[in-house]
């Protein structure tokens, strides 16, 4: 995905989230695919919330730098970071 000459820098990834897990992290990646465990609940919107914050404390983005495009509803997900090259958030998300 090419980013045009001064459009701010954004990277997309995909997400398979795990509502209800022991523990909030960063189960693996299968494919380009990356498995997320959330403790919340998927109910309320909890399970989203979380996993927004997580993506955001593990990229050292700020919150409203990291968005569900699709998914909401589902436990596979398109987010988006804004700030954040695609080589640096692999880096960040594998370690």
């Not at 701010?8 to 494919?31: D, N, Q, S």
């Not at 919150?63 to 960040?92: A, D, H």
Request: glycine letters at 10%; a positive charge; charged letters at 30%.
């Amino acid at each position: 995905m090419g980013q045009e000459p001064g459009e701010p820098l954004k990277t997309r990834i995909r997400i398979k989230v795990h509502p209800r897990a022991k523990r909030t992290r960063i189960a693996g990646k299968l494919g380009d695919i990356y498995k997320l465990d959330i403790a919340a609940p998927p109910s309320q919107g909890r399970a989203n919330e979380a996993c927004v914050r997580h993506i955001s404390d593990i990229l050292g983005v700020k919150l409203s730098s990291v968005r569900i495009l699709q998914g909401l509803t589902s436990e596979l997900k398109l987010v988006e970071i804004s700030g954040i090259t695609p080589e640096e958030v692999g880096r960040r998300l594998a370690s």
